[in-house]
Each structure stands twice: as structure tokens, then as C-alpha cells.
């Protein structure tokens, strides 16, 4: 049962009253009767029409019979709105798919629900409630058939198909091979309507329908340039759903149907019975004519979207771009500052490293200049006194490098060892290594010769040596 917000809503949109309480006062004294407070407001003096009065009632009643056609029949156009605004060129109702239908594609419930933006200010609305789910849903009185898978659903579109090209050949309505909701959808996604057939093989009409009308080549091609096309036989599950949803009554079948809100579809023509080809051209021109403003509307609307998501898109690749540049800057100041701490902490443990080494070269230095002060305070000692001249007294003559004499009076049998501790003991030179040698002749004192004595190196009572760096 249609409720009370929704007859509200759709009154609004029939009258074009904006005041609610306006429009629910109408409403309550026609007994919150739609067609007839619509009829009642868009032409005072007419009766109300005797099928309509009863939709209300059938639709909350549960074990009710199916309705009659006459009574689900599409809402005309009011003559006049208020204000002396002109209505609305479609005149449609609202048809509330069964679950069995929507799940027969399943995955595409959520982009049903959103497919009403086409009708928005263009059309007339009328629900007739969850047909194919309440009472009348089922010709047979069923509503529990099973759901139809998806593939079940294209296995049934594609047998449709090649079922009806072998029958009537290949110039023919270029039929969708998937199910309802999937044409629904690709409909949606071309920006055209829906055109639907539902065939019935039994049906006297049928076969001219189909051969002279159906597959004539002026019909098939508006069909095919301006709609999606879908069929149905009526004998297969999702056929025979369909046939109930849209609550055909005479055969051949055939409607124009766009998405609507809520997994429902918007009627906007239905033709039932045989019909020639120049009849169903001027009835699809008309519907073409007449929504064209909405599927423009819609199309244009779509554009928009998609360009302001392509500006949202660039927007954020712009932004994203101007994040990593500041970020690759920011990277790039960071890995300088580094660079210039890690040299900065280079250079001052250099510093550090070269100021130890010269305060250990110091160390060492003072400490090689104390050895060697304790080295020839310690040589001083060890030659003892120097003797007063005698004939046991040989006097030394040492010459060094720098040009510099030194001479001492030793005992002659002191030994060539005395002769080295002497000079080590003075402060004449800077290196360790050193010979004592005579020139006449040329006699090297070397290590082999620091045992003998003055007077068995030949030298007393006097000699002359010179220091010679090794």
C-alpha cells in the first residue's frame, strides 16, 4: 500500500503545490484517494474515473485477486498545473521489481537504486507497491519461486535470441543477451530507454507481430539506434516475472521502461495487442520525442559529473605532485643538513684526531728528550772523573757533522765503549746510530771493537776520531 509521505510526494509533483498542508487537505477530503484528488484538482468537473478508485483498496488488501489491466493503467497528463504551469510530457507509473528479478543480476541492485536521477522533475510518478512480492504478485498465485541466477537469467536472454532469429531471421530488434537487470543497467550507462518484448509462442498474434511488425526494417532500426533492447519468453522464469511486474494482459507485449528509485522501473509505454509497423513507429517517436528532454537532461548531467570528477582527479594529481615536490625538497634540505653535520662532525673529529696526534708527538718528543737527558746524565756518570794528564792518560779528539769539537782525556785502558758513552753523554747529536772512525788510516770503531782498550786500539796517546751517521 502506497503511504501516506509517498501519496503526499507524488501529489506534489502531479499539482506542482509546494504547500504540504495544501496538499494534504486535498488529499484527506478525497479520502486520501490519489487519482481521484488528482482528477478532482486538474479538472473539477470530470467524474472520477470508476477503475482507479479501487487501486488503494487492492493494494493493501492481502489475498486480493490480480488487478485489472484498466486499473493499473498509466496516469494521463493533467491538462493544466497550478500556477498555469504546463505538466510534465510523460505520463508514467512506478513499478517495484520482485527480489527474484533483482537478484537475477546480482550486483547490480546498488546501481538501480540510484538510476532515478532520469526522471527528476520530468515525469509523473504512481507506486503500485512490491508487485510480484504481495497479493496478485503471481498469476498462479505464487510468490515463491525461486531466485534466478545470473547465469541462469543470460542462459534464458541467449535461448530467447536464438530461438527468435531462427524463427524471423537475423533483421530483428538486436535483443540484449543477459538479464533484465543487466539491460536495465546498460540502458542506464547508453542513456537510452529500455525497449521490452514479451513473447508468447502460444499466442495467436505472435508470428505476424513478429514477421510483419517486430522484424520490419524501419521498426528495427528506430529500435536499435534509439534503445536498448531487451526480450523475454514468457514460458522462462524471468520472463514470466516480467510478464507479472509489468501486468501484461494481452499478447503481443511490448514497453518502454526507464530505472527509477528503490530496484523499481519507470512505465512510461506499454502496447498490448497486435499492432502494425507505422503504429509502433509513431508510438516510439512519440515516447523518444517526449523523453528526450530527460535522457538529454541526464546525459548532460553525467558529462558534468564525470568532468568535475576529472577536475577533482587532476586537482588531486596536481596536488599530490606539489605534496612530493615539497616532500622531495624537504627530503633534499634534510639530507644536506645531514651531509653538512656529518662533514662538520668529520672535520672536528679530524681536529680532534690531529690535535691528539700533535699533543702525542709532543708527549713523545718531551718524553724521547727526558730518555735522552737520562741517557747522558747516565753515560756522564758512567765515565766517572776525568783524569789529569799523565803517560796513562790518552787524549781524545771527537769531531761531529756539524763541525762542532769535543775532547776528553780518558785512561788508556779504558775501552772504545767509553769513547761512544762520551759522546752520547754530550748534547751534540740528534740520532742514535752513529760510528767513531779515524781518518789515518781510516779505522771504523764499530760495535766488534767496543771492548778493546785505548792502548790496544792504537789509539793512545792521543787520537783524532769523527763521528760518522750510520
Not at 521498426?219 to 534503445?227: Q, S
Not at 672536528?348 to 747522558?376: D, F, G, P, Q, V
Not at 742514535?432 to 772512525?437: A, D, F, Q, T, W
Amino acid at each position: 500500500m502506497v503511504d501516506v509521505a509517498d501519496k503526499l510526494a507524488y501529489f506534489q509533483a502531479i499539482t506542482g503545490l509546494e504547500d504540504p498542508d495544501l496538499c494534504s487537505e486535498i488529499l484527506a477530503a478525497h479520502g486520501w484517494d490519489l487519482e481521484l484528488a488528482i482528477s478532482s484538482f486538474t479538472n473539477p468537473t470530470s467524474d472520477r474515473p470508476e477503475s482507479s478508485a479501487t487501486v488503494a483498496a487492492d493494494d493493501a488488501e492481502v489475498g486480493s485477486s490480480e488487478q485489472s489491466n484498466e486499473e493499473l493503467r498509466l496516469l494521463q497528463r493533467s491538462e493544466t498545473m497550478a500556477g498555469g504551469v504546463a505538466s510534465p510530457g510523460l505520463a508514467w507509473k512506478l513499478i517495484t521489481l520482485p527480489i527474484s528479478v533483482i537478484s537475477g543480476s546480482l550486483g547490480l541492485i546498488s546501481g538501480a537504486i540510484g538510476l532515478g536521477m532520469w526522471a527528476a522533475g520530468g515525469v509523473l510518478s504512481y507506486s503500485l507497491g512490491l508487485v510480484g512480492l504481495g497479493s496478485g504478485s503471481d498469476r498462479n498465485g505464487d510468490s515463491s519461486s525461486p531466485l534466478v541466477s545470473v547465469s541462469a537469467a543470460a542462459a534464458e536472454a541467449m535461448d530467447f535470441v536464438a530461438s527468435f532469429e531462427r524463427d524471423y531471421g537475423a533483421t530483428r530488434p538486436n535483443f540484449v543477451t543477459e538479464g533484465f537487470m543487466d539491460g536495465l543497467q546498460r540502458s542506464r550507462s547508453a542513456f537510452k530507454l529500455l525497449f521490452v518484448y514479451l513473447h508468447s509462442p502460444d499466442h495467436p498474434d505472435t508470428p505476424l507481430f513478429c514477421e510483419k511488425t517486430l522484424c520490419s526494417e524501419p521498426l528495427a532500426a528506430l529500435i536499435n539506434e534509439n534503445f536498448v533492447s531487451w526480450g523475454g519468453n514468457i514460458r522462462a522464469s524471468e520472463g514470466f516475472k516480467m510478464s507479472n511486474s509489468l501486468k501484461a494482459s494481452r499478447y503481443p507485449f511490448c514497453a518502454v521502461v526507464m530505472p527509477a528509485t528503490n530496484q523499481r522501473i519507470a512505465l512510461l509505454q506499454q502496447v498490448e495487442g497486435p499492432k502494425s509497423p507505422e503504429e509502433m513507429l509513431t508510438i516510439l517517436q512519440k515516447v523518444l520525442e517526449e523523453s528526450a528532454p530527460v535522457l538529454v537532461a541526464a546525459r548532460l548531467d553525467a558529462e558534468e559529473r564525470r568532468t568535475n570528477m576529472r577536475l577533482r582527479e587532476e586537482q588531486d594529481a596536481a596536488y599530490r605532485a606539489a605534496l612530493e615536490a615539497d616532500q622531495a625538497r624537504e627530503r633534499q634540505r634534510k639530507e644536506e643538513q645531514e651531509r653538512l653535520e656529518r662533514e662538520a662532525a668529520e672535520a672536528e673529529r679530524k681536529h680532534k684526531e690531529e690535535e691528539e696526534a700533535r699533543e702525542r708527538a709532543a708527549r713523545e718528543a718531551a718524553e724521547k728528550e727526558a730518555a735522552l737527558a737520562r741517557r747522558r746524565q747516565e753515560k756522564a756518570l758512567s765515565l766517572g772523573s776525568e783524569p789529569e794528564k799523565g803517560p796513562n792518560v790518552t787524549q781524545v779528539l771527537v769531531r761531529f757533522p756539524t763541525g762542532e769539537r769535543k775532547d776528553r782525556r780518558f785512561h788508556s785502558t779504558a775501552t772504545i765503549q767509553s769513547l761512544y758513552d762520551y759522546v752520547d753523554s754530550l748534547d751534540c747529536l740528534d740520532v742514535e746510530s752513529y760510528s767513531l772512525v779515524s781518518n789515518f788510516p781510516r779505522v771504523v770503531y764499530g760495535p766488534e771493537k767496543l771492548s778493546l782498550s785505548l792502548k790496544e786500539a792504537g789509539l793512545h796517546p792521543q787520537a783524532s776520531l769523527f763521528v760518522e751517521l750510520n
